[in-house]
């Protein structure tokens, strides 16, 4: 299984981007397919996931802002809203099956106050 995140760049506190995660699979096999980040010095904190069954979780620093979805094949976003300084961190893209998780590279977000 091969993720690929995309969608990472510089932008200013309050703005917004879409970050992207390309599966090699068609996402419908997985259980689940989630986002995670890491911040500078910090430890992989999970962000959002999106279930087979569509129904979608949140962290609570990120619930109102971020927005997990997904098309009908391969392709799984991230959907970030009002910034922060904090929402600084390199996203990775996860998917979930038969106990295992799969990880995608990392693309980089950061957020300039």
């Known amino acids: 299984v091969q993720l690929q995140a995309s969608g990472g760049g510089l932008v200013q506190a309050g703005g917004s981007l879409r970050l992207s995660c390309a599966a090699s699979e068609n996402i419908f096999s997985f259980t689940s397919m989630g986002w995670y980040r890491q911040a500078p010095g910090k430890q992989r904190e999970w962000v959002a996931t999106?279930?087979?069954?569509?129904?979608t979780h949140y962290a609570d620093s990120v619930e109102g802002r971020f927005t997990i979805s997904r098309d009908n094949a391969k392709n799984t976003y991230l959907q970030m809203n009002s910034l922060k300084s904090e929402d600084t961190a390199d996203y990775y893209c996860?998917?979930?099956?038969?106990?295992?998780?799969?990880w995608g590279k990392g693309t980089l977000v950061t957020v300039s106050s």
């Open positions: 999106m279930y087979v069954s569509s129904s």
């Open positions: 996860a998917a979930d099956r038969a106990n295992l998780r799969y």
